[in-house]
């Protein structure tokens, strides 16, 4: 099961020193293949397809997060009530309500 984790992010690149430049929007990437995934965002392409119901995504990960509707797949647990949510969203959103007098919810 999965556990929530901070996200790390770099810190953006000066406009200019990316490699990577999307032609559309002036966006600037440091990896080939997350600016080939951006431009999905100008052309329409969704090639990631939900063998159950259809439905197309721009990302495999947003495949992975929709096909959890289809097998009931709640892998996110709330550490205070045990809980289980389909994405992590839906956890963060669910620990607000366990801050009270002096409770913290759990990043």
Known sequence: MHQPHAATKRP???PGCSPYHCSHCGRDFNRLENLKTHLRI???ERPYSCSVCG???RHSGALTRHFRIHTGEKPYICSQCGKTFRNCGGLRFHQRSHVREGQRAVD
């Open 12 to 14: 953006a690149l000066p």
């Open 42 to 44: 100008h052309t329409g």
């Open 55 to 57: 439905v197309r995504f």
